[in-house]
């Protein structure tokens, strides 16, 4: 079978393609001269798998979208401290090279305009480091992104560098203020280096695919961005990624994105798909106007709006019943019933499902309540099994609020197994209270056979026990 997912980016490239609105950026020389013809969109799911249509090779710079990657670099570099004391998160909804600060704190107002993104860019390597130093940094941290060797385009660094007065006066402006420390004019020069490097739409899909997949690397399965600054790197992306439109995009397309000047606009959608779309003609705020268009199609048919619950924890825990048959040691004592519980979760469980799990061991395995039918139902079995064999991931809260369930449930003296081939539990021996640890196994028949002796069988209702 042909997939059809081709075909509809195909289907979204056509549909936008009429409009004519907006006119490429005339400011730098090169983006002038872009073909507007050229039209491309690629989606970039989180297990590294790409669809794209339209002209996909076609490279352009990366331009402001690099604000977003660079930002993460200084983090990183510099601290998350450090770069919010030189760095506002709020939005300023005034142009992207607006000669602005923010009142008291004489900080830029985001890290997404032209002045927070040149305190970005001074904050790489170190505040004394060289443009030379920092460009490289840059080049080798979004080449590692894109999965291939990026490169500077020298003519579009040279055409911005002409003309580029009004940075340079962001610059002094900043130096001015006590924001920067280095010599403006090298930061002014290392950011407008930093906006020069080429990329494609696949570049840009993977790079966003990195943002959505909680900074690990689809392809190499490399944690490249720490999770806390990828956290920090959407949420500036939400509020401030699409210059002064950001309202209308929060409540139209409703992803973290991010456009540049040249026509690219980068989604990340958290858990999902990193998007990129490519179109030269941009509108009075920057944004492309294809690009928009094709976002927000994308958004409304195929239900990206971050605002969209879904109801995934509504069916993450399962419990099934298993009565154990005799094996070859007879562990069990006289009230047991021989009866085993396990509980079932799935998928990647954060705290509405380990909620759910809470909420039926507390039901199921307490006090039967004569007022609610079914409580109490397996407060006598012999064993307690829970399987996070189709577990892909728990999250911290999840992992913590678990982790206090198996601490009460071994403390009131149940048999409690885990099936945990991934070590999605984590379960630190070391950290336990009270020396009590529940039995961690791979696969069921361990769990049986620690349950009811070697060789047991279970007589179930579900198939896989
Ligand atoms: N290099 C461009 C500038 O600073 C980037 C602007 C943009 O993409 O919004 O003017």
Redesign the pocket.
Known sequence: MKSPIPDYLHHVLETARPNEGGAAADYIETLANADTSKMAICLSMVDGNVYSAGDDKIEFSI??ISKAFVYAIAIEDAGLDQVLSKIGVEPSGDR??QLSLERNTNRPMNPMI?AGAITAHSLVVSPTATLDQRTERILNALSRLAGRQLHVDEEVYQA?LKDADR?MAIGYMLKAAGIITCDPQEAVRGY?RQ?AINVNVQDLAMMSAVLANAGVHPVSNEQIIPQTSVRQVLSVMTTCGMYDAAGDWVSSVGFPAKS??AGAIIGALPGQVGIATFSPKIDER?NSVRGVAMCQQLSREMGLHMMDASHVARSTVQTSVSTLVEGEHKTHNGSCKREVVVFKLRGAVRFPGAERLTRALARELGQPDPLDEGSGSHADACGIVFSFRDVFSLNFIARRLIHENIARLLKEGKVLVIIDPSEVLEWDKAKAKDGRHPKVVDNEKEARDYIGGTGCQAVSQDPEW
Do not use: Y
Request: proline content about 0%; aromatic content about 8%; charged content about 10%.
């Open positions: 331009q402001s992207f090279n032209n911005e940075n407008i906006c540049g000047v920057g």
